[in-house]
């Protein structure tokens, strides 16, 4: 428990600092006793209304209005309805949303260094995940989103295959048709299957049609988005465990535009949420996993010598990413060395 409290505190003080380059501007205090005047900002999350994600960003929203003590208040569009998930990225620097949140991989290339996020490096749970992923992208301080004030980055579990038919070996793999999003669509090929381009709110339906065969995915997507009816095994793939790392952007005008005040109260908030959501992505994964036990669906363990045979699968994609970054002059090699070392100290201290 005292490790899970350092590794939570310094993911708030890795958020709390997170491209601290920004501008910061102070506001006028106005004349004493003087109401000040009150700032009303939109976020765009992608998520469905229904998703813990979706419930921490109302309850970031409520405590910084509760912080401010009401100058600054916050409506969260949830499900999409504000900017789809691909646009909230550009739809929060073109000001369509002052705030959004959603999945660096959804706007593919755009953000060459914080790709490295993502990587099948075997991430052991969403704590580790959330705190590497701000501890990363502070110290890295990427250029690439420097069109924006990121609060902060949060990130899931290790996605795992959850397939219609058993998985137990790569050979089982082979044509398989597999949901895969980003870069998790190179993961699929390397391992021999067929990736297929979706977003999570059409896997359900396509799983149960048969347009696919299987999904990588974290574990709690089986219950959050209901997958886990539509197939019919999880094979525990964390030795290959990739994620999918969130940004909570806000519009730089806006946020250069906030009193002085306001914004280190909107940093100190921020910086307490990156454990809710670790947190909150171990708790769903939980959840996720007693759903698919409950259905009676099984979950396959890979064998050892298993194991070695995709994490070797996987390296090429591990030293590409490192090249394209170097042919970009962006330090991949760096950032994916101290990505691994995190996630072997992370799966040491867990036992994984």
Known sequence: MARMKTILFSSAMAA??????????????GAPGAQKPVTKLTYSVF???THVQVKLAVEWADEIKKRTGGQVEITVFSGGTLTKADQCYQGVVDGVSDIGMSAFAYTRGRFPLLEGLDLPVGYPDGVSATRLANTLAAKFKPAETQDTKVLYVHAHGPGVLASKKPVSKLEDLKGL???????CAKVVE????????????????????????????????????????????VTDSRCIGYTTAFFVAMNKAKWAALPADVQQTIEA????????????????????????????????????????RWVEKVVPLLQDYAARAAQKGLPGEAFLSELKAGVAEARAALGK
């Open 177 to 183: 048709k597999v949901r895969a999003t980003g870069f």
């Open 16 to 29: 709390a600092v997170l491209f601290s380059g920004c501008n910061k501007q102070g506001g006028g205090e």
């Open 190 to 233: 390397s391992l021999g299957g067929s990736p297929v381009s979706m977003p999570q709110g059409e896997t359900y339906e396509a799983l149960q049609k048969g347009v696919v065969d299987a999904t990588f995915c974290p574990v709690e997507t089986l219950k959050g988005w209901k997958q886990g009816e539509v197939i019919g095994s």
């Open 269 to 308: 908030v921020s910086a307490e949420w990156v454990g809710k959501h670790g947190q909150a992505w171990n708790d769903a994964d939980a959840e996720g996993l007693a759903f698919v036990k409950e259905l009676k669906r099984e979950v396959i363990p890979l064998a050892a010598d298993e194991q070695a």
């Open 47 to 49: 998520f469905p209304p």
